[in-house]
């Protein structure tokens, strides 16, 4: 049976530091050549934190679900498209090794991992002041808007937005990752939609995983940045 995790860190501390020497050299060492690379192509610091523990946490991710070494996973970046990630050598594609999905906001890092579907993720942390209805008119369509209309101008209203962003979001994701790995073709069932809303962000995993077989977590920033091969069955 399907079935999805999400792993959600609070990144802020490390993100707001807002220093190069911020980035540890022994984390960085466990990134790719490719992952390397991207990484010290980002012009602001804020952003390469974000990439790296988001980097970080999928490798955590991974190891947790599928029990494999730190070594056995291999990250190839893709100008202007998701990371292609194997283990083993073997495509994380949501068949033959569990697939994964990335997103971060303002500091707070989610992966989303599924063991036989694909898989979509998005986190939004909200933030005051900022102009919903102008982004709304560019990203909804005529009947996402007419929904969005009808709710609440309020608080309410505003956890309508970001609810319906992040579906947007994390359904873009999984069917994005579903088509290029051909995953849809060993599932006939149409994805569900899980959001949660917590304190500090709204939250979306998409995939074929039922309500009993999924479960969030957040872990620890202290505990990813220990990342080590020893993990793998923490």
């Not at 997103?103 to 919903?132: K, N, Y």
């Not at 209805?133 to 309410?156: G, N």
């Not at 998409?206 to 505990?223: K, Y």
Request: net charge negative.
């Amino acid at each position: 049976m399907p079935s999805s995790l999400a792993w959600i860190v609070d990144g802020r501390r490390m993100v707001q530091a807002g220093r190069r020497a911020a980035i540890p050299a022994h984390l960085t060492a466990l990134l790719s050549p490719s992952e390397r690379s991207r990484l010290q192509g980002f012009q602001r610091t804020p952003r390469a934190c974000e990439f790296l523990l988001g980097r970080l946490l999928m490798r955590r991710a991974l190891m947790q679900a599928s029990a494999c070494r730190l070594e056995e996973i291999d990250i190839e970046e893709r100008p202007g498209d998701a990371p292609l990630v194997r283990i083993s050598g073997v495509l994380a594609d949501g068949v033959a090794q569990p697939a994964v999905s990335l997103s971060h906001s303002r500091g707070w890092i989610a992966c989303a991992v599924g063991m036989g579907t694909p898989i979509g993720v998005d986190i939004e942390a909200p933030l005051a002041g900022r102009d919903l209805a102008t982004l709304a008119e560019h990203a909804f369509t005529p009947a996402e808007l007419s929904w969005l209309a009808q709710q609440s101008e309020d608080e309410a209203g505003e956890d309508a937005f970001y609810r319906l962003w992040c579906a947007k979001e994390a359904d873009y994701k999984y069917r994005r990752h579903a088509g290029e790995h051909n995953a849809l073709a060993a599932i006939s069932a149409v994805p569900t939609l899980r959001h949660e809303r917590q304190a500090h962000y709204h939250l979306c995993v998409c995939s074929h995983a039922p309500a009993g077989q999924h479960r969030s977590e957040e872990i620890a920033l202290e505990a990813l940045l220990e990342l080590s091969d020893g993990q793998a069955n923490a």
